[in-house]
């Protein structure tokens, strides 16, 4: 559906703040060093060539 265009940036966001919000509050679970590892997992598989845009 159209209303679904930007579904990608909304659940962006979403991951985002909740590991930021979390960090905040418990700086010792250091969830922002996950945020990155995680984000460069997505990166590499995003990286594949036969990925479609």
Known sequence: PLSWTYTWLNEGFANFFENFATDLVRPDWRM??????????????????????
Do not use: Y
């Not at 590499?44 to 845009?53: G, L, R």
């Open 32 to 53: 922002m060093d996950q945020f990155v590892l995680m984000m460069q997992n997505v990166f590499q598989s995003d990286a594949v060539i036969s990925v479609n845009p």
